[in-house]
């Protein structure tokens, strides 16, 4: 039978398939469409990355500031020197860190303490006596005795002159403790009645450090 002009003489040719030009052009949308999802992905995920960081910044810093606000709380404080009554161990302006932390005050420590007079001001003095030691004081000479023994105080460099209104020689109470300035004839403490024995509950901790000014920063004695 013959083939109208124009027509293929092999019948294969009637049922080919896509061409390669359209095969190839396929391939290349699917390539740009899959490259255009990479690419609408890649803002999202720094996004993602982003808000992540700041989460772990914003966390790490309310963890910082719980932590500061128990420490302060439970374990230690901060007091700054008011006056000129623990010259020349300490001055005014020295910012002290205060331990609150199981501490039992002992003699020779150097305590803030408050009382309900001051209206809770605290204050800085040295525990001269705690509950049971008698203590003694030779105005004349400026001797301070405690148990009969005379304390050996290189922290002060004034003898003990000044008398107030309590009378001597006395007993420190149970759970209460006897403190004095280092600036011994500058210092209003419990040689005064108004001061008294210390109640162990009104001692708010020890001074360990001073930490300002950063020239005379370390321990203090």
């Known amino acids: 039978m013959a083939l109208e002009k124009g027509t293929s003489n092999c019948p294969f040719l009637l049922f080919s398939g896509p061409s390669t030009q359209n095969i190839a052009g396929g391939i290349a949308v699917e390539e740009q469409k899959k490259n255009q999802d990479q690419a609408d992905s ?48 300490l001055h005014g302006g020295d910012m002290l860190l205060i331990s609150r932390l199981g501490f039992s005050a002992e003699q020779g420590d150097i305590v803030v303490v408050t009382k309900p007079y001051e209206d809770n ?16 004081i030779d105005f004349v000479e400026g001797v301070v ?24 020689p006395v007993t420190v109470p149970q759970g209460h403790v006897f403190v004095m300035g280092d600036n011994r004839n500058g210092s209003y403490d419990s040689r005064a009645t108004e001061i008294g024995f210390v109640d162990t509950r009104y001692v708010l901790g020890k001074v360990y450090l001073r930490i300002f000014p950063l020239g005379a920063a370390g321990t203090v004695d």
Request: proline letters at 5%; charged letters at 25%.
């Open 42 to 89: 890649r803002p999202q995920g720094r996004r993602e990355i982003a808000f992540s960081e700041l989460y772990e910044w914003i966390e790490s810093a309310v963890m910082a500031v719980i932590f500061v606000i128990l420490l302060f709380t439970f374990v230690a404080r901060t007091s700054v020197v008011s006056g000129s009554s623990m010259i020349d161990t």
């Open 121 to 136: 001001k605290p204050i800085i003095k040295r525990v001269i006596a705690t509950e049971g030691q008698r203590v003694d």
């Open 145 to 168: 005795y405690v148990n009969g023994e005379a304390l050996d105080e290189p922290y002060t460099h004034t003898p003990t002159n000044k008398r107030y209104d309590m009378e001597f």
